[in-house]
């Protein structure tokens, strides 16, 4: 049974960094992708940064240059560093595992969610 446990969220004043951790247990092959994504009150849902199998991460716009994945195959883990951590930056942020080939953008590809880790941004 494939598991995916995210830790590492908490309360940041803006400007101030996180590290969000995936951990990840009972895979039987390589996921196509691992993503995180995030969902703040009111809103979609929306992609945050993804990378693939082959390890080439994409970001999202608004976190461009602030925020970094990256994975470590070793300890079925990715990670999410957040520098520069804005008050819009504020949402519930999942990981999830994809087996599917295709756009690590598509969120129906995912087929493995975690529980999810709150981040709170103050101003």
């Known amino acids: 049974q494939v598991q995916l446990v995210e830790s590492g969220g908490g309360s940041v004043q803006a400007g101030g960094s996180l590290r969000l951790s995936c951990a990840g247990s009972?895979?039987?092959?390589?996921?196509?992708?691992m993503g995180w994504f995030r969902q703040a009150p009111g809103k979609e849902r929306e992609g945050v940064a993804v990378?693939?199998?082959?390890?080439?991460?994409f970001y999202a716009d608004s976190v461009k240059g602030r925020f970094t994945i990256s994975q470590d195959n070793a300890k079925n883990t990715v990670y999410l560093q957040m520098n520069s951590l804005k008050p819009e930056d504020a949402a519930m942020y999942y990981c999830?595992?994809?087996?599917?080939?295709?756009?690590?953008?598509?969120?129906?590809?995912?087929?493995?969610w975690g529980q999810g880790t709150q981040v709170t941004v103050s101003s």
């Open positions: 999830a595992a994809s087996t599917q080939v295709g756009s690590c953008w598509r969120e129906s590809n995912y087929a493995y």
């Open positions: 990378i693939t199998g082959a390890g080439i991460s």
């Open positions: 009972g895979f039987t092959y390589r996921s196509q992708c």
